[in-house]
């Protein structure tokens, strides 16, 4: 018997030829922009949370990981960029295309397999969309060698799909469909540019009063979603909340997801409808964070952006059928966005309740919005109710907004700060939040003594409960400011200690200096009378005031081990620390490599005085004395 004879595959009805693909088109521009969002701005945060110790590189580590992750997609792009692309076959068993337009591996489509055959848009730019049991496929006309072949395509794939699933039927809902794509797409997303432009208003805004001041007190000055202040009555933080954003990559995400979805949506329920829901998940989200979040404070469109995605979920749940491919997802799709969000939420720095409540708000609104299909014709008038209630959310966020102005703007710190000890007398605030509310105060130079004693009181209860480097500073301050000078330099000592090694540590340092030196100038005695002498010196560098070396003198055999802590000038101001512990007599020369840790430079001498000396609080090494150096942190230095 012979061999058997190989298969022979049947001849295609139709062959559309590809035009090779582009190299650097917007594909890859939009993927190289998402690999450095995602790298400068959403790893930083991930690193600040899991690892705390490496915070203060994070920006260098993300730049890195931005260079990295992008060389290392061009470099996989290129390995499967195919110089050439198969044609697009037509067969009697079944539809033969490619993955992509840039991608040479083809897909087998049986007729019965395809469920959707839609043409968007006229030439030159028509689109093909191909839903599937297999996924969706994109066909835009530019890709084909004869770009006018793109209607012939669609119309011989459609004839062929159509005799397995119903025959003249199943056209007449393809073009139904089609039909609706173009009436939806006439519709101008209007609101959803409104919202992108006032975001975009409120984030240079709030970049312009951020600028030189703490960026959480400023940003609570501005209407951040504080949830002790909205318990003590500043509701309009449930509407000024929402358009707040910490930081340029918090807004560049949200506005990509509010274009994205709201280009969906807004063409498909109309704009009175995505108006109702944008605000309403807005406030529903906002209030779930202030009821249910154990934050100290948020903000962020995010809110809203959950809301359209749930809105949107429940018009695929109750019109799937009805609605053009392309403005439906895939089961997978929602299971990625769903599911990604979901472990996004459950970090630390992610409010998860504004999230859910957003989510929860958007889904229940829709219901009873678009339970009807009416909505999906853009020539059907929007029932006065729903315009009416349009109206009133927007002039309710108004409200809210002009509210916020007039608080940022208020000249009546004497009322902020009696609210302040309001929120602190709070039984239910967790350690953050008593925290935050009272390094407030901690830094309020206008503070009176009465209001200091009641932050200080909620400051213990803070570090009681969770006694991280953060409270216990807030607790030091607050002693400092209380002329507790001892109590505050032992207690930002020990602070000092248990971040050693951690970037952060500079701040702590600047805050020991800044305290040991007021306790010197209001002429508290921090040297026990049985101490040997010590000095501490700078010498510079051979014909320049730029100090080369730092010198530490011990004279004489101590007791126990000291820890000298010396803050040091620049013409005359306050300009860091340095620390010393010694278990011995004599002196030790540490050089400072000063051109990289002071800048800049110096035109006076570096002076500095010993202001403090402690008892076995710290163990020297085997060298006997050891010598650490800070430059002082602007910030802290500018506080009371």
Known sequence: MGAPSPAVEPEPILRIGLRPPRFWDAQVAMN????????LFVLPLVLAEFLPAYAGVAEFMSLGLAVFGSAAYLAWRRLRFPRSMPPIEVRADGLLLPRRVDDARRVHLPWEAIRSVELRFPLPVSVLIVESDRGTFVVPAQHLLEPEAIEPLAVAIRRHAARVHGGEAFLAQLREREARARRLLSRPPAATFVILVVLAVAYLVESLVVAGRDPILATIELGANVPAFVRAGEYFRLVSANFLHAGLGHLILNGLAIAFLGLVLERIIGTWRFVVVYLLSALGGAAASALAARAPLSVGASTA?????????????????RLPAGFRQSLRWWVLILGLNGLLSMLEFVDGWAHLGG??????????LCARPTFLEPSAPTPLPIRLLAVSLIALTLAGLVAAVDYAASGNTNAKRQMLVRVLEQEDLDPGRLNMVAWKLA?????????????????????????NPAHRDTLAQLLHRLGEAEAAVRLELEVLHSVAGRPDARVYATQLAKFAAAAKAAGMHLVPEDSPPVSVRFEPVEGSATPKWVEVEVGGPPAKPLE??????????????????????????????????????PRGQVKAEVDAVLTGTCRPSEEGIDVWVWVGDPEMLSLP
């Open 32 to 39: 190289l922009g998402m690999i450095a969002l995602v790298a």
């Open 305 to 321: 952006v959950f809301g359209l995605l749930g809105a949107l979920g429940v018009v695929q749940l109750l019109h799937h059928r």
């Open 359 to 368: 989510f929860l708000t958007g889904a229940v609104v829709a219901v009873p």
């Open 443 to 467: 830094i309020d130079p206008g503070a009176p003594r009465v209001h200091l004693e009641a932050a200080r009181r909620a400051a213990e209860r803070a570090v009681a409960e969770d006694p």
């Open 564 to 601: 000298i802590v010396a803050p040091y000038r620049q013409q005359g101001r306050l300009a860091g620390l340095v620390l010393a512990c010694a278990g011995r007599e004599g002196s030790r020369r540490v050089p400072l490599r000063a051109q990289r840790l002071f800048q800049p430079r």
